[in-house]
């Protein structure tokens, strides 16, 4: 009998062991995730479409809450959206994006304050569709800021305040905001943001931003903000780009410009697309649009083997100078999750199918994120 207990009491000490390993090896088998390998270095981030917020996308929400630390919305918090008539403002889908983000843990940016594009039209006109006065303007865009900022005080973190307000050549875009108001508005929008919420990030955000007369200007900008005690704490470089341009020199340039203005640095709205453009540096400007043409849509059917490497290979060079630039670099952030959703499928040319994220159209990672991944650890050793 006595044999028969140790017996007993060896093979429950055995199960023991073995259930120990098992869960050992169960945990040290897990997944590496995109944002476990840049925890420490900035955030990594991703816009959230309408399916997305309202849980509809299911595949495309389990990516968000395993894979990235940081979210910002696509489109629901732009002035035009949220705010469609002058005494009436949507908050629906914002609000279920912002409980999002604060259940799931994550660094909720809003997009975007105050932008020439996607604004509602009674903002500049008045009953008789005439340009308001200066000082009703100024008027708008504060009760628009204090009323949006305030509603997400201590859980949105940072805000785009003013997107795009500066051409490639260093002039102001001439949208109303500049017209109406003059080139005070955007001194005028950082004052209103910080008003709203004190404790609140707060950033200029533009495209093509790597280009020398721009990025000069910002850095001007950036400079007559603060003389004038204005609060501004980063550029958002958006970061769309192609396969030949920007030069990985030319946008370190920025990065390394706006740093040395005490600015942080956010890749705001990075994709990459694969394919061939038929004008050079098209950016993000929605007004532009070329004809259907049958060369410039080559790859309906998937993307060959080469090409992908091509692809992985610039996107990793990318991340390379991001880790590079960590000290600066405070977070990188997705437009979009997957490539099925990204709007760059019907960019500049409608009809197109693009391939520039980091998923599939399956929500399944693609080749660089393994690559991704290897790279954050790697300058984890090195570093």
């Known amino acids: 009998m006595k044999n028969r207990n140790v017996l007993v009491l060896f093979l429950l000490l055995a199960g023991i062991l073995v259930s120990c390993d098992s869960g050992t090896t169960t945990q040290s088998k897990k997944t590496p995730t995109l944002k476990d390998a840049f925890e420490g270095k900035f955030y990594i981030g991703t816009a959230l479409n309408e399916w997305q917020i309202t849980g509809r996308d299911s595949a495309g929400v389990e990516v968000i809450k395993n894979q990235f630390q940081a979210i910002v919305a696509e489109n629901c918090m732009k002035s035009g959206p949220i705010h469609p008539r002058e005494d009436e403002y949507n908050f629906e889908l914002p609000d279920q994006f912002v409980e999002f983000g604060v259940a799931n843990d994550k660094f909720i ?13 009674w903002f500049f006109t008045d009953d008789e569709g ?24 201590g859980k949105i973190k940072g805000w785009d305040v003013v997107n795009e307000a ?6 102001m875009r001439n949208s109303k905001f500049l017209q109406i108001v003059g080139d005070d508005f955007i001194k005028l929008a950082f004052q209103f943001a910080h008003e709203a919420d004190p404790d609140a990030e707060l950033y200029y955000n533009d495209y093509n931003e790597w280009y020398p007369g721009k990025r000069d200007a910002i850095v001007q900008m950036v400079r007559d903000l603060k003389a004038d005690g204005i609060r501004i704490d980063g550029i958002g470089m958006q970061g769309h780009i192609g396969m030949n341009s920007p030069s990985l020199d030319d946008y370190e ?4 410009a706006y740093a040395n203005e005490g600015m942080k640095v956010m890749v705001t709205e990075l994709d990459m697309s694969i394919l061939p453009n038929k004008q050079r540096d098209v950016g993000a400007d929605i007004s532009t649009s070329f004809a259907y043409q049958q060369q410039l849509n080559p790859y309906t059917e998937g993307v060959p083997q080469s090409e992908v490497e091509k692809w992985d290979n610039r996107m990793l060079d990318f991340f390379r100078l991001f880790l590079k630039h960590s000290d600066a670099v405070t977070r990188v952030t997705l437009w979009g999750v997957s490539d099925g959703t990204s709007w760059k499928n019907g960019f500049p040319i409608p009809g197109r199918t693009d391939y520039p994220l980091l998923f599939d159209r399956s929500y399944e990672p693609k080749s660089i994120v393994p690559k991704l991944i290897n790279e954050a650890n790697k300058f984890d050793n090195i570093n």
């Open 130 to 153: 005439n340009d308001v006065s200066r000082e009703v303007m100024i008027e708008r865009m504060k009760e628009h800021i204090y009323t949006v900022v305030g509603r997400y005080k």
């Open 253 to 256: 340039a920025a990065i390394e």
């Open 109 to 121: 940016t809003g997009h975007c304050l105050i932008w020439h594009s996607q604004a509602p039209r």
């Open 166 to 171: 500066i051409m490639e050549d260093g002039s």
